[in-house]
């Protein structure tokens, strides 16, 4: 059920975490990222555990007053303002002001670990390949930093890894 709320002060922190829509679906092991005044969630697994890779959407502009910066929550969660993710149990990040994902495995196959790195061409609508990792990852760590992709940890196809890699991003 989705929470209805008309605006938020976000400059009062008195009042702790407020409540938003909730999400269309159950959503476990979420990959959300915030970019263009929306969060999108862009891979998760359902209440079976099954990895789904639609992208779900949040409008979060805001309005703001002399007094007060107000967050309109009448939008819902949108489903597929960006195509599927091309990998479950990726690494998002925006760097550039694209999003990124990092590594992952072939969704239905979670054996299927992957090196592939992909970030969103929102002009062509397509999810483009960039230079993959040297060693294939899932459920790791990647933040953008300096116009760089730097992807810390996360897991092989049966093992925990502890490597750092770092790629430029033009």
């Not at 107000?70 to 149990?89: C, D, K």
């Not at 230079?131 to 196809?157: C, D």
Request: with cysteine; proline share 7%.
């Amino acid at each position: 059920p989705s929470q209805s709320v008309h605006a938020i002060d976000l400059n009062d922190v008195s009042t702790g975490w407020h409540p938003l829509p909730a999400l269309p679906c159950e959503c476990i092991f979420p990959r959300a990222v915030a970019i263009d005044n929306a969060i999108h969630v862009l891979a998760y697994t359902d209440s079976t555990f099954n990895w789904c890779t639609e992208v779900l959407s949040l409008d979060m502009t805001t309005t703001a007053s002399s007094s007060t910066t107000a967050l309109s929550t009448t939008s819902q969660w949108a489903r597929n303002t960006i195509p599927q993710v091309p990998l479950a149990a990726c690494a998002p990040a925006v760097v550039n002001g694209q999003v990124v994902v990092v590594g992952g495995f072939t969704p239905g196959k979670p054996g299927d670990v992957q090196k592939s790195v992909f970030v969103y061409h929102s002009e062509s609508g397509q999810w483009l390949p960039l230079p993959s990792l040297n060693t294939a990852i899932k459920n790791a760590l990647v933040v953008a930093y300096n116009n760089k992709l730097v992807s810390f940890g996360g897991s092989g196809q049966t093992y925990l890894l502890s490597g750092i890699e770092i790629l430029q991003v033009a």
